[in-house]
């Protein structure tokens, strides 16, 4: 059974940071791309992940929301997946799903395995 199980969600104040982790199961984890995807408050899951890291390379891409605040980073020893989140701010506010997908890409669209996600709230 596949399984992809984020953590570390939480309450935050703006400009702390916070660490996600996604433990996946069920697949090899060295074939697939990672992603982690946002769905703010009465919107859509974005389509676009904010941080991917490829499977070939480890090489990683992010949304220009995001970029020099997340960094996604991947443990192939533990099957786990980061998003280390800096200076964060109440924008951020969404629920946060991990994603993976057998992909030569980043693996920033369309994945095929979802988690289930978790909360990030950033307020004061």
């Known amino acids: 059974e596949v399984q992809l199980v984020e953590s570390g969600g939480g309450l935050v104040q703006p400009g702390g940071s916070l660490r996600l982790s996604c433990a996946a199961s069920g697949f090899t984890f060295d074939d697939h791309a990672f992603g982690w995807f946002r769905q703010a408050p009465g919107k859509e899951r974005e389509r676009e992940g904010a941080a991917c890291i490829s499977a070939v390379d480890g090489s990683t891409h992010y949304s220009n929301s995001v970029k020099g605040r997340f960094t996604i980073t991947r443990d192939k020893a533990k099957n786990t997946v980061y998003l280390q989140m800096n200076n964060l701010k109440p924008e951020d506010t969404a629920v946060y799903y991990c994603?993976?997908?057998?992909?030569?890409?980043?693996?920033?669209?369309?994945?095929?395995?979802w988690g289930q996600g978790t909360q990030v709230t950033v307020s004061s």
């Open positions: 994603s993976a997908s057998l992909s030569s890409g980043f693996g920033c669209y369309d994945p095929d395995y």
